[in-house]
């Protein structure tokens, strides 16, 4: 018999009790940050089902990894803890398990309308990598800086190519997003543009969040990497296409990157998405020996960003993408990561990059959409090129079928004036 919770959760829901995912909430504004699971439209208190006794397990019983402030201490504890509070937590929202569905009080303490609580970051995120892993995208990008003859530059079929971004201006989904002011590129013989960025973009990316990490000069083996990862959030990467257009020759993105970056609240684990798992694409050439994997995997996430224009009611879908078209898969990203021995750390943050399929309608960011602002988007009667002051942008992920939904709810920002 499949899975069912006591929980009333409707057929279209995120959050079954096959989802589960992790997040971080206060139930009151002034009231304690604690970790929470999402379950239909409510959030289980994870501390309160902690100080009732009911996490007995042997990893997790005496632990106090669930009254702190963040999931960071639980996702440090490994695959062995998430197993099991998973199969705790399943049992005690299964529609014929007593223990929480009939005890009234502990249901008062435990579960919260999820429109009432706020949501916070889920992690304490120390270091934050982005990745550029679809090929798509990469062909796109090149495309249209270095023409089609040789889009792709040769390394990026052999390495997962990343840069180090900053984690201190990572925001939580609903956070707005001030237009960065920067330098642009000059024109003629007049110095360099300074002001609010003119090419202000969305990118559609997921991270992964991971979990024990490992030591200083000690590698992931490629086909361990699972292991230390504990899930995914969706994330929009905002770019300033202008800003970063000048500044990243030759080190890379800097400014043009780091002035915000969303994530969405819900953590949805491996565990979850396992059903959801799908061979990735075929590598041409065959990596080398320590990217090589025993079996690539990708999961089947289906992907869409809507743009609401500034000043409209309703908002228009301009992408559906999917997960399962990113090249590089998540663990050969983490083992490139460490293949020098660099350390990661429980809630580290990896983006994907932007995640782009093979259609113009799939392709993940303003840049590709508009093909650098040459092909306006039509928006219920108004164009973009590129963001504008109050435009929201909604990003949205689901598994769907086996009989349920494993969704991430969504990521959203407004863009507001750059500071006089």
Request: net charge negative.
């Amino acid at each position: 018999m499949a899975l069912k919770s006591f929980i009333q959760v409707h057929s279209d829901s995120h959050f079954p009790i096959q989802n589960l995912p992790y997040g971080v909430f206060k139930p009151q504004p002034g009231g304690e940050a604690r970790p929470g699971v999402a379950i239909g439209d409510f959030v289980l208190d994870l501390s309160a089902i902690a100080n009732a006794g009911l996490f007995d397990g042997p990893v997790l019983k005496n632990s106090d990894c669930f009254v702190q402030p963040s999931l960071n201490k639980f996702l440090g504890m490994g695959r062995p803890a998430w197993k099991e509070a998973r199969a705790t937590i399943q049992k005690l929202l299964s529609f014929d398990e007593p223990t929480l569905r009939d005890n009234g009080s502990l249901r008062e303490k435990a579960l919260f309308p999820m429109n009432k609580v706020q949501m916070l970051l889920p992690i304490v995120i120390g270091d934050y990598t982005d990745f550029f892993s679809s090929m798509h995208h990469a062909k796109n990008c090149g495309t249209i800086f270095r023409g089609p003859e040789n889009p792709i530059p040769a390394n990026w079929f052999h390495l997962p190519i990343a840069y180090h971004g900053r984690a201190s201006s990572i925001v939580i989904s609903g956070t707005d997003i001030i237009r960065p002011r920067g330098q642009g590129h000059p024109t003629g013989n007049s110095p360099p543009y300074f002001g609010p960025s003119l090419k202000l973009d969305f990118e559609l990316e997921m991270a992964a969040v991971i979990g024990p990490g490992n030591e200083l000069g000690k590698p992931v083996d490629v086909n361990e990497a699972a292991d230390h990862i504990f899930g995914l959030v969706l994330m929009n990467d905002w770019s300033a296409r202008d800003i970063q257009a000048w500044e990243y020759v030759p080190l890379g993105p800097f400014l043009g990157k780091s002035f915000g970056t969303t994530i969405s609240p819900w953590i949805v684990t491996l565990d979850a998405l396992e059903p959801f798992a799908c061979d990735a694409p075929k590598q041409e050439p065959i990596p080398l020996p320590y990217l090589t994997e025993k079996k690539s995997r990708n999961y089947d996430i289906s992907l869409e960003v809507e743009i609401k224009p500034t000043g409209q009611e309703h908002s228009s879908v301009v992408t559906r993408s999917n997960f399962k078209h990113l090249y590089w898969t998540l663990t050969q990203q983490l083992a490139h990561h460490t293949i020098n021995g660099c350390n990661l750390r429980p809630g580290d943050l990896l983006g994907t990059g932007t995640i782009s399929g093979p259609e113009p309608e799939s392709h993940g960011c303003l840049l590709e959409l508009t093909w650098n602002g040459q092909r306006p988007l039509s928006l219920n009667g108004s164009t973009r090129k590129f963001l504008e002051d109050g435009d929201e942008i909604i990003i949205t992920g689901c598994c769907k079928g086996n009989g349920y939904n494993v969704g991430f709810g969504t990521c959203s920002g407004k863009i507001v004036p750059a500071p006089l």
